[in-house]
């Protein structure tokens, strides 16, 4: 039906060819006419408004054109010469010829079944894929109505007609009750002759798997045989093969997204990629990727990733090719390794998870789980451990110098108090004045008992406090070197030694730590310096009687600058025995002494202190031949 002649060459099953326009044509035309070729939809959309039951074929260019594949079109053809062989075709199946005779010209109905069948393997969606198949069963059959049928629950539901009726307007019904019910029920199929029904002569109804029937009926009594059945199984089979291909497609999409989304949200960075000549080309990396090493994913997708993240030294490039083998041999492996991001190199423990395990691969994942801050935590710990075990050290060591000072003076006061006071031999009692002497003596000597005690029980809180606060120095402030040199030299028992401030310098300690600093290194130089015994409380080293003021120790304090400029730094040098070179390096090492009286603590002591304000420490051999110690402030 169109405006424009259609140059037919086959000879036409008709006694006349008219070419109208379908607005032109009234509805006794319609209802006389023995078959309608239309070439569009205003064509379809006027037969479809008349109640003519003549055979329609549809000229299209594509035959899964809308128009080809509406319910009333009972054939398309492609190009002219194809209409004759259609209506023909048409008619005699109305005739209830078969199509395959030897005097029919076109298709047999399986080749008509295996073109349809062919447009079904490229169903998308259930609903097409029903669609299609009512299309091929009105194709192959040339019936007066069809149907697909979905078991939903106790009920099958139409959800495909070949009329222009919708699917929702078709009654459902039962499983187990009337002819498609029975069908899906059993699984057998059933042509059955229905002479009383007001519509319909007869039916073919075969199943679609377990879920799905397929209804082809006819006006017409008999209209179905054998040779029908075994054509509309054939076609349940190709519906059923592309329903579960198209099942199968959506589990496999569902798992992709779950895999894709797992891949995405995966809260460590995380690669996917090929193996390609040894090398791990990136296929696909996440966000958290992205924000860790600082790489968008089209800038490395289709690079190494190790020429991205692999640092650029030999053992690393090295670690990276054995573990692209190991992925490629089908190794799972976990590893920590090191990898440049945009804060640096991290530590990372690198999951390599290949496709296939103990098999070749060419594909597979790695996942980098940062581990940097975890093994500087470690590292604090164990030095928060070493801190406590030295801090344990600290107290019982310093402990030593004012409780020695405590006893001393002590003893002193017993002394005195053992020792009858001088009289005057003209006196039988001692004088007042003897007295408040021998008194001011003693409360002189428990002063010096109570600053030890003092220091004792600050020098215990501050380390306890620090060792459970896991610090290494106090509040800081500003503080006068010399001024804390003085106090520190009064603190410790240095004899006749003679304490010489060189220069001052303000500096931002942690008073108590530096004087503890300045306390071990006069008592080492008084200790290990001298050229005679370690001195006793209220006396010098060796015999007073035998000591020369030419063999007094002198410590020197003072500041120094540095060539490099920078905030320079102080020394303590003194002037006694010094020390063998080759001891220089070990002098501040924890244990380390040459008195085998010592412990081998109070330089290590210096050092911690030194290095927990951010100062460089070194022992040389000053310019009288002692040991000299030099402070290099941070800054």
């Known amino acids: 039906m169109s405006s424009r002649p259609v140059p037919f060459t086959d000879p036409l099953p008709v006694g006349s060819v008219s070419h109208t326009s379908p607005s032109a044509v009234d509805d006794e035309v319609l209802a006389a006419a023995d078959a309608f070729v239309i070439v569009g939809r205003s064509g379809l959309d006027r037969v479809k408004g008349s109640h003519a039951d003549a ?43 078969t199509l395959h005779d030897a005097d029919a010209d076109g298709p047999s109905r399986i080749e008509r079944l295996h073109a349809g069948t062919t447009r079904l393997a490229t169903a998308e969606s259930s609903a097409e894929a029903f669609r299609t198949a009512v299309a091929i069963a009105e194709e192959v059959f040339s019936v007066d109505h069809c149907i697909v049928g979905v078991l939903e629950g106790d009920w099958i539901e139409p959800v495909a007609v070949s009329t222009d009726e919708l699917p929702g307007d078709r ?51 008999d209209a179905f045989d054998e040779g029908d059945l075994e054509l509309a199984e054939l076609l349940a089979s190709h519906l059923e093969e592309t329903r579960s291909r198209l099942r199968v497609n959506a589990a496999l999409r569902d798992e992709r997204d779950r895999l894709l989304a797992l891949f995405e949200n995966v809260p460590d ?12 080309i990136v296929r696909r990396v996440n966000s958290a990727f992205e924000g860790t090493f600082g790489y968008d994913a089209d800038a490395v997708i289709g690079e190494s990733v190790d020429d991205y993240i692999v640092p650029a030294d030999a053992v690393a490039s090295a670690g990276a090719i054995e573990l692209n083998a190991k992925l490629r041999d089908g190794e799972n492996v976990r590893r920590e390794v090191t990898r440049r991001t945009v804060d640096g190199d991290r530590h990372f423990i690198l999951h390599v998870i290949p496709i296939h395990l103990d098999a070749e691969n ?4 790695a996942i980098y789980t940062d581990v940097t801050d975890r093994r500087e935590r470690l590292a604090r710990l164990r030095r928060q451990n070493e801190q406590l075990d030295e801090f344990t050290a600290i107290v019982s060591h310093d402990l030593r110098n004012p409780l020695s000072v405590a006893k001393g003076y002590l003893q002193l006061v017993r002394e005195a108090a053992d020792t009858p006071t001088d009289a005057d031999p003209a006196a039988d009692t001692p004088t007042d004045t003897d007295t408040v002497h021998d008194a001011d003596t003693a409360v002189d000597h428990l002063d010096r008992v109570d600053d030890a005690l003092d220091r004792m029980d600050e020098l215990v809180s501050d380390l306890l406090s620090l060792a459970r606060e896991g610090r290494v120095v106090g509040n800081t402030e500003q503080r006068s070197l010399a001024l804390l040199a003085e106090e520190a030299w009064n603190g410790v028992d240095t004899g006749d030694a003679e304490l010489v401030v060189e220069g001052d310098r303000t500096c931002e300690i942690d008073p108590n730590r530096v004087r503890e600093l300045l306390e071990n290194l006069f008592r080492n ?26 063999d007094r120790l002198t ?14 730094g102080f020394y303590v040098e003194d002037d006694g025995r010094g020390f063998p070179d080759d001891d220089a390096e070990r002098l501040f090492e924890s244990g380390y002494t040459t008195d085998p009286d010592g412990t081998g603590l109070g330089l290590a002591i210096c050092k911690h202190v030194a290095e927990a304000h951010g100062w460089d420490v070194r022992a040389m051999t000053g310019a009288a031949g002692g040991a000299r110690f030099e402070f290099k402030l941070e800054g």
């Open 362 to 365: 060419a594909s597979g994942y």
């Open 525 to 550: 130089s008084v200790e290990h310096g001298g050229t005679g015994d370690a001195p006793s409380p209220g006396g010098s080293a060796g015999d007073p009687s035998t000591d020369s003021t030419d």
């Open 269 to 280: 960075p995380a690669v996917a990629c090929d193996l390609v000549d040894g090398d791990s």
């Open 171 to 221: 009654e459902r019904v039962r499983v187990g009750s009337g002819v498609a019910g029975t069908v899906l029920d059993t699984g057998d199929p059933v042509i059955e002759t229905v002479p009383d029904h007001d519509v319909y002569g007869s039916a073919l109804t075969v199943a679609v798997g377990d879920d799905a029937v397929l209804q082809t009926v006819s006006t017409g009594t």
């Open 55 to 97: 055979p329609l074929v549809a000229l299209v260019d594509d035959p899964t054109d809308p128009v080809a594949v509406d319910p009333i079109v009972d054939a398309a053809a492609v190009d002219p010469e194809e209409v004759g062989t259609r209506l023909q075709w048409l008619f005699a199946r109305r005739a209830r010829r």
């Open 555 to 568: 410590v020197r304090v003072g500041a120094m600058e540095l060539r490099s400029g920078g905030a320079g």
